[in-house]
């Protein structure tokens, strides 16, 4: 039995799957694509939706943003471990929002809220690296972590387990405004010189 289990978290590991992952809730991601884009320096993020299909109520411990084959049930993905833990972010670091608002969700319930960085709402924030090379993506998922209880939390409800759903996510890191302006200049600095040589024949 233990080889079978230990088999079934290797395999979630490689896979980017989770091992306790709930099929009764999920996790949606604002942008839904999970695709957001930011400058070196930036901070980015994602807005969520969660949505309880389950007997149990929920009440939200945390949120990671893993690469791929991590899993914050088997891997540690959060800061400050990360980088250089091979499962954490790669161009930047992550900070955990939904995890901080005591968020406490219903059996047919939902929850949602958009991202901003000021009012730190949301699922949480990746905070690129002023030094990430422009053009790079970091791929990776989204984990929300709760508890499930049997009966309200807040009002005497019985703790049964720790579950997690996740999103898959994307991190663009655009290039740098400079870099545009040097691409601009190099063409039409090429451009004259192709009209001037066409002129001398």
Known sequence: ????VNALLTLAALTGCCAYADPDVTLTLIPITGAVQGAPGDTVGWGYTLTNNSGFYLLVDQSNFCGVGGDPAINDCTTPYNPPTEYGPSYGTYA?????EGLDIAPGGSAMQNFDSTAMTGVGAYMIDP???GGAIDFGNIFVVYDEYMGDPFNGGTFVDESESFATAQVMIAPEPSTFGLA???????TALRLRRRRAR
């Open 184 to 190: 601009a200049g190099s063409l039409l600095a090429f």
């Open 131 to 133: 030094g990430a090379p």
């Open 96 to 100: 955990d929002y939904i995890g901080s």
């Open 1 to 4: 039995m233990k080889v079978i």
